[in-house]
């Protein structure tokens, strides 16, 4: 490989050969080296702590969280803001992941998006704002769509995050804050959609529930905030309000149907003996925590 790759395109001894392995032996090898992106994430642990507390203060003032990648790093963003409003009841625009090359490049290659630094930092004058954080994803950290688009972000105020996977990377000097999750060589060569974009997918998970427990979108280890939107997550929401205040089934689907299927508000109602106008009240008076009414 050239000696001025980035690292995450070097080939490696104890891979070569994958065309003439075991077809059992291949698999294991290839599942057997994400172990070292659960390890790259729990190195980067204490920056991260650091990235949710920031990130979380920002949404808590009004902000929004963006996430901006290319290829396999922006799909990754993508995934990780749409999952965000049904699993803790936010609205949509809360966070937001941007893909170089727009929608059309969740399912298929789009050709110089990532290249396109113009693209990156018209995105951020668009969308992003003072208040707002902004993570960018890459793991080569040469995306210029990404580098330019923090860049202008850090310029305009936003808390700026640069998630990569090579030191010293291009990204990493553009943001507040960079976090290196160092996975070294793929099994095959140069295919980071394999264990750096795992250690991307594993780094996304931990911060984005972090930020919404710290935001009150958690209640112990349950997902109050759940958005019950078909059979199984009404039947979830109906075991945590029964969890959650002992009633039976039949009382328990009452106060979530006066709630409008929201649990921390059939809960509140429950105990405390409210309509749902003052549960509502009181739940917002503790910024939306249950914790005080348990």
């Excluded at 003032?61 to 963006?66: A, E, I």
């Excluded at 749409?82 to 893909?99: K, M, N, Q, W």
């Excluded at 105020?157 to 090579?166: E, F, K, P, S």
């Amino acid at each position: 490989m050239n000696d001025s790759a980035p690292h995450t395109e070097d080939r490696r001894g104890d891979s070569a050969g994958l065309d003439v392995l075991e077809t059992q032996e291949l698999v294991a090898l290839i599942a057997h080296d994400h172990e070292r992106a659960v390890l790259a994430v729990e190195r980067a642990a204490p920056g991260i702590a650091r990235v949710v507390d920031a990130v979380a203060a920002r949404l808590a003032r009004g902000g929004h969280l963006h996430y901006v990648g290319a290829g396999t790093s922006g799909r990754l963003g993508v995934l990780d803001a749409s999952e965000i409003p049904p699993t803790f009841g936010t609205e949509p625009g809360l966070v937001r992941g941007h893909i170089a090359g727009g929608d059309a490049a969740l399912t298929r290659a789009i050709e110089g998006a990532e290249d396109d630094g113009d693209a990156g930092a018209l995105l951020t004058d668009t969308l992003v704002t003072a208040a707002d954080a902004v993570i960018g994803l890459s793991a080569s950290g040469g995306a210029l769509y990404v580098v330019r688009a923090l860049e202008r972000a850090r310029a305009n105020g936003a808390y700026t995050v640069a998630i990569v996977n090579n030191a010293g990377a291009p990204l990493a000097s553009s943001a507040d804050q960079a976090i290196v999750l160092d996975t070294g060589a793929e099994v095959l060569a140069g295919s980071t959609r394999l264990t750096a974009g795992t250690a991307q997918k594993i780094a996304l998970n931990a911060i984005s529930t972090a930020v919404m427990v710290r935001l009150g979108k958690v209640y112990d280890n349950l997902m109050v905030d759940v958005v019950a939107s078909n059979a199984k997550l009404r039947a979830r929401a109906l075991r945590l309000v029964r969890l959650l205040t002992g009633l039976d089934a039949d009382m328990a689907q009452k106060m979530l149907d006066a709630a409008s299927g929201r649990v921390k508000i059939a809960v509140v109602m429950a105990r405390c003996h409210v309509d749902a106008a003052k549960a509502a009240a009181l739940l917002e008076r503790e910024h939306g925590s249950l914790r005080k009414f348990m």
